[in-house]
T-cell receptor, first 116, second 117 residues
Framework: EADIYQTPRYLVIGTGKKITLECSQTMGHDKMYWYQQDPGMELHLIHYSYGVNSTEKGDLSSESTVSRIRTEHFPLTLESARPSHTSQYLC???????????????FGPGTRLLVL | AQKVTQAQTEISVVEKEDVTLDCVYETRDTTYYLFWYKQPPSGELVFLIRRNSFDEQNEISGRYSWNFQKSTSSFNFTITASQVVDSAVYFCALSEGVESSGDKLTFGTGTRLAVRP
């Protein structure tokens, strides 16, 4: 399993503030992902990265941005938070199974964001 | 386009009952991967199982078992003798394509399982 860390776990912030959600993994995985999960429970991919200096937008349009300067670190930034950004944000990294070439995504504990 | 349907929004059972969570998927690819994840109240997603489209063998892991049927595009999950600690939201997910062996997951809407003592 991967060790994936997300900070903060909970964040309450006012409209217009800039925020960065941190995600780190210690397993050296090349692929990392950000998902957004609204109270209705469904998860949507908003960003992914296949390695250092690689970032792509996911299926759900998001005003957030990401960067991947180091393999282990994949932070997500909102330049100006709004109430519509209130959600849970889950970070994941994926590992290839030895001998199978199949990937499994492992998730961090999530950050619950509330924008007032 | 790929799609995962979990028709059961919420299920409530009494401890020690068996419960089956349904998952139906849609894909045009012949190569695809199916997953189940558990999300306890603490919020993280816990990986339970991965299955590729060429492996239709059912799998059992302790009290958990999975029934993969390509003929009905289903990948159902059964918990035998449920326990209170099984209470969580369970997600079925799909990724498709030879080059996408596990990334770009499409999730179902989840099934919330409540196990009462």
């Amino acid at each position: 399993e991967a060790d994936i860390y997300q900070t903060p776990r909970y964040l309450v912030i006012g409209t217009g503030k800039k925020i960065t959600l941190e995600c780190s993994q210690t397993m050296g995985h090349d692929k990392m992902y950000w998902y957004q999960q609204d109270p209705g429970m469904e998860l949507h991919l908003i960003h992914y990265s296949y390695g250092v200096n690689s970032t792509e937008k996911g299926d759900l349009s998001s005003e957030s941005t990401v960067s991947r300067i180091r393999t282990e670190h994949f932070p997500l930034t909102l330049e100006s938070a709004r109430p519509s950004h209130t959600s849970q944000y889950l970070c994941a990294s994926s590992e290839y199974g030895a001998g199978t070439g199949e990937e499994t995504q492992y998730f961090g504990p999530g950050t619950r964001l509330l924008v007032l | 386009a790929q799609k995962v349907t979990q028709a059961q929004t919420e299920i409530s059972v009494v401890e020690k009952e068996d419960v089956t969570l349904d998952c139906v998927y849609e894909t045009r690819d012949t190569t695809y991967y199916l997953f189940w994840y558990k999300q306890p109240p603490s919020g993280e997603l816990v990986f339970l199982i991965r299955r590729n489209s060429f492996d239709e063998q059912n799998e059992i892991s302790g009290r958990y078992s999975w029934n993969f049927q390509k003929s009905t595009s289903s990948f159902n999950f059964t918990i035998t003798a449920s326990q209170v600690v099984d209470s969580a939201v369970y997600f079925c997910a799909l990724s498709e394509g030879v080059e996408s062996s596990g990334d770009k997951l499409t999730f179902g809407t989840g099934t919330r399982l409540a196990v009462r003592p």
